[in-house]
């Protein structure tokens, strides 16, 4: 036979399912500006809108080429860093560890 642990925990799990489902309102629902009631759409209308045809694309200029020798470095610029030392060959055995004195 079963014994009743009170009514208090029912009341404890309703409060907690009311909170959570106003949560989820206010998160989900509460800042949609579509649920207004008495928003209506905008009007639209049935027929399309007039384009104009596109014009044609009018070729480039023709221009010198821009100058391809390289900018001098800045004096400021910090210098580049030394490469990095290479990796430890990985397929070279360990060194035994020493031995444990007795």
Known sequence: MQSSSGGS???LIA????VLALIAYFMFA??????????TP???TSEPAA???AEPATPPAATAPADTTAPAPDA???AAPEPAAPAPDATAPAEPA?????
């Open 9 to 11: 925990t029912g009341i």
């Open 30 to 39: 509460g800042n949609n500006p579509n649920t207004v009631e008495g928003s």
């Open 51 to 53: 384009t104009a045809p």
């Open 76 to 78: 400021a610029a910090p």
């Open 98 to 102: 020493p031995a444990p004195a007795n």
């Open 42 to 44: 905008p009007a639209t």
């Open 15 to 18: 409060a907690v399912v009311v």
